[in-house]
Structure formats: structure tokens, C-alpha cells
């Protein structure tokens, strides 16, 4: 599990590879990954935006933007989580993804909490041993 801390919002990430969304004969990789993000603060906070890099063993990357997370933006009052499960294709057989979640305070105040680097490896990594 991946974990990060923000401003007494913490956010963990448990990826899942997916092999029977996945052929490594059509170079397409399928992932799960799971999120939550619990409120410790003492503020009723909501999540705006998303934003997402997402690259592949290349070193290619994807850039994405977007409005909340699995179509909600979802508003956390001090001591409440919200859990949602999403996933990602790529064209090799590792990869990681890095992100980070816009919030918006009830007091108006928008502020960014980090999502943790995750590694989504498969098992047709090939691993070379020096």
C-alpha cells in the first residue's frame, strides 16, 4: 500500500493488476487501483479536481485533468473517508502513476493534496539480475 499525508488528509493507494483485462501478446496491460482518502482535519474539506501522470516503461506519459474522481466530488467532514476503485490501461507491462487531488475548504480556500507515486508492475515484467 502507498500512502501520503496532506494537511491531515491522508490518501493510500493499493494498485491490483488485472490479468484477464490484460495480453501481453496485444501489449495492453490493465490495472485496478483502489483510493481512499480519509479527513483528520478539523475541516469539512471537498474535492474538486484530479490530475494524474501516468507513465508507462517507455517513459511515455499521459497528462489527465478532470472534475472530481469516478464522477463525484465528494465532501469529507472531519473524521469521514470516501473509497473509490478506477483504473488504467498501458502499452508495457510496468509502469507508475503520480497524482494529486484539488480541494476546496469550507471557508473557500483551494489547496492541493498529494496522491502517493505507485508502482503498477506485472507479473511478464522481465527483471534483469546484474
Same mark, same amino acid.
Request: net charge negative; no cysteine; aromatic share 10%.
Given at each position: 500500500?502507498? !500512502? /501520503? &499525508?496532506? !494537511?491531515?488528509?491522508? &490518501?493510500? =493507494?493499493? +494498485?491490483? %493488476?488485472? +490479468? @484477464?483485462?490484460? $495480453? /501481453? @501478446?496485444?501489449?495492453?496491460? %490493465?490495472? $485496478? ?15 474538486? @479536481? ?19 474522481? =469516478?464522477?463525484?466530488? +465528494?465532501?469529507? /467532514?472531519? #473524521?469521514? !473517508?470516501?473509497?473509490?476503485?478506477? #483504473?488504467? *490501461?498501458?502499452?508495457?507491462?510496468? #509502469?507508475?502513476?503520480? #497524482?494529486?487531488?484539488?480541494? =476546496?475548504?469550507?471557508?473557500?480556500? !483551494? %489547496? @492541493?493534496?498529494? =496522491? *502517493? ?5 506485472? +507479473?511478464?515484467?522481465?527483471? &534483469?539480475?546484474?
Amino acid at each position: 500500500m502507498y !500512502r /501520503a &499525508v496532506t !494537511r491531515q488528509i491522508e &490518501v493510500t =493507494v493499493e +494498485p491490483n %493488476f488485472l +490479468p @484477464e483485462r490484460s $495480453s /501481453a @501478446e496485444q501489449s495492453k496491460y %490493465f490495472w $485496478s487501483y483502489t483510493i481512499v482518502i480519509t479527513n483528520s482535519s478539523d475541516e469539512t474539506v471537498q474535492l474538486r @479536481e484530479r490530475y494524474w501522470i501516468i507513465t508507462d516503461a517507455s517513459g511515455h506519459q499521459q497528462h489527465i485533468r478532470g472534475e472530481g474522481v =469516478v464522477g463525484e466530488q +465528494p465532501v469529507l /467532514a472531519p #473524521g469521514e !473517508r470516501f473509497e473509490y476503485t478506477s #483504473g488504467v *490501461p498501458l502499452s508495457t507491462a510496468s #509502469g507508475f502513476m503520480a #497524482g494529486r487531488y484539488q480541494m =476546496v475548504s469550507e471557508s473557500g480556500e !483551494r %489547496f @492541493e493534496i498529494e =496522491v *502517493p507515486t505507485f508502482s503498477l508492475d506485472s +507479473p511478464d515484467i522481465k527483471r &534483469v539480475l546484474n
